[in-house]
């Protein structure tokens, strides 16, 4: 094999083919690719990488267990601290975490972490291997119980983690699967719902009890957990609240909110009518309003359901976009146009009441504003319209606000996140919170993170003198 796995990227299928359907865009990389890109990682003594995961994946070892191609022992290894390394390795932004912080990276290029997280996690799965289960303690009978609202990437690391912390866990999920985010954000071209379900049945065969269709706030309270025995409660319940433009006419039909949106095609298999009876309505013209992860899944979804345009609107430049490199450049290899540097202004519609415009304004930048990136400064008098007959909106999310409304000891931010403390404690004893529900809308690998910290302090709590 020649050495340029420097220079490779992951093989993946071809745009003109892969629009055409929902399938995985991205292949994942041979043994031989594995195994050579593994014996590029010079084993640090002071591993960086690791302290830039947010899980703490013990890196160096999965990644000599690769070299030396012990596949199994790789994945056990990376089981050891992360429950869903196959999701992981898809969806984690690990070139502004692991692989930032990479040695290497600093003349050449980084290890492709994220690259060999899922190769061996791949490897688990399609070799079946047998079971690749931790080491957990021996939970008995009467085992002190805990508490886990919300199925998402936080939700599940936390139950996790409790579960091998020898507690009996019970997963409250309000829809009819679990993942989350997992299962009605991401796409199934970029994250394959058979993936979601075998990692989740992975935590269950931890001993961790999942209950669907159960939604705390309303089919059960807070109090009501800790009357029937739990001893801490953790909240995971992500952030579904959409943010629309507060523009005129952003109630007219055509006009999805990203997570509406994404929300019929994934979880409700819209992209599989009328096999599946979602109708996802999608016109030839179809505008996508931001350019974070979101959008370019809401993007790339409306091309593959038939669109014959589809225009990214963003009001700054390809810069200051939040969403990963890869994804813009899957977007852009498929056909996605980028209108930059503009803002809707207004959407007007037809007799109907059916989009048919939206007017635009055109930007420049400014000064950085809260967020570090440039602000976008209206350019007066510059404004135009275009024709669209959809317009999918996703500019951001605000967290659940169900469980803070359904009660009121939990406080919360002016823009909706529950206030926790620096051990991920809500204003109530014993109720820990994590993820998107604290964060607003951020990355799974984050959400994780919190729901791993959250278990190690439910853990102290729980067996500290109260």
């Not at 990227?9 to 041979?30: C, Q, T, W, Y």
């Not at 886990?148 to 139950?159: E, F, I, Y």
């Not at 309000?174 to 992975?202: A, D, M, Q, T």
């Not at 507060?246 to 039909?253: A, D, I, Q, S, T």
Request: proline fraction near 6%.
């Amino acid at each position: 094999m020649t050495d340029d796995i420097n220079k490779r990227i992951m093989p993946e299928r071809e745009a003109d083919n892969r629009i055409k359907d929902f399938e995985e865009v991205a292949l994942g990389i041979s043994t031989e690719q594995a195994v050579a890109e593994a014996k590029r990682c010079i084993q640090c003594k002071k591993p960086f990488c690791v302290k830039g995961c947010p899980v703490e994946i013990d890196i160096p070892a999965f990644i000599l267990e690769i070299a030396k191609g012990n596949f199994d022992a790789a994945a056990k290894k990376l089981k050891e601290k992360n429950a869903l390394p196959a999701i992981c390795g898809r969806v984690c932004p690990q070139e502004d975490q692991c692989e930032k912080v990479c040695i290497l990276g600093k003349k050449g290029t980084p290890i492709r972490i994220g690259y060999l997280e899922r190769f061996a996690a791949d490897w688990e799965r399609t070799q079946k291997t047998g079971d690749q289960r931790p080491e957990t303690r021996d939970r008995p009978p009467d085992a002190p119980k805990m508490a886990v609202v919300g199925s998402g990437p936080a939700g599940l690391t936390c139950a996790s983690e409790l579960a091998r912390k020898g507690y009996a866990v019970s997963l409250f999920e309000s829809l009819h699967l679990p993942g989350g985010v997992l299962s009605y954000g991401i796409p199934e071209f970029r994250l394959p719902k058979e993936i979601v379900r075998l990692e989740v049945e992975y935590i269950q065969s931890l001993g961790v009890d999942l209950q669907l269709d159960v939604l705390v706030g309303k089919t059960i309270t807070i109090q009501q957990l800790f009357d029937e025995g739990y001893k801490s409660v953790f909240l995971g319940a992500g952030a579904g609240l959409p943010r629309f433009m507060r523009v005129p006419g952003e109630n007219l039909k055509g006009v999805y909110s990203a997570n509406e949106f994404l929300v019929r095609v994934n979880l409700m298999k819209g992209y599989k009518f009328p096999e599946y009876m979602t109708p996802v309505k999608i016109g030839k013209k179809v505008a996508v309003i931001g350019a974070g992860n979101v959008a370019m899944d809401a993007a790339r979804c409306s091309l593959r359901l038939g669109a014959d345009e589809v225009t990214i609107v963003y009001r700054r430049t390809e810069k200051e976009m939040p969403a990963r490199i890869e994804e813009i450049e899957r977007a852009k290899e498929e056909g996605i146009k980028f209108v930059l540097l503009n803002a809707p202004t207004e959407v007007f519609g037809d007799e109907n009441g059916w989009v048919k415009e939206m007017e635009c304004l055109k930007m420049e930048l400014g000064e950085p504003d809260s967020s570090g990136r440039r602000r976008p400064v209206p350019i007066e008098g510059s404004e135009y319209k275009i024709q669209v007959d959809t317009i999918i909106v996703a500019i951001g999310q605000t967290p659940n606000p169900l469980i803070p409304h359904a009660d009121p000891r939990i406080k919360t931010e002016k823009w909706g996140g529950v206030i926790v403390d620096d051990k991920g404690m809500s204003s109530i004893p014993g109720v820990f919170s994590g993820g998107d529900l604290v964060r607003g809308a951020a990355t799974v690998i984050s959400a994780m993170g919190d729901g791993k910290q959250a278990a190690i302090a439910m853990d102290a709590w729980v067996n500290s003198p109260k």
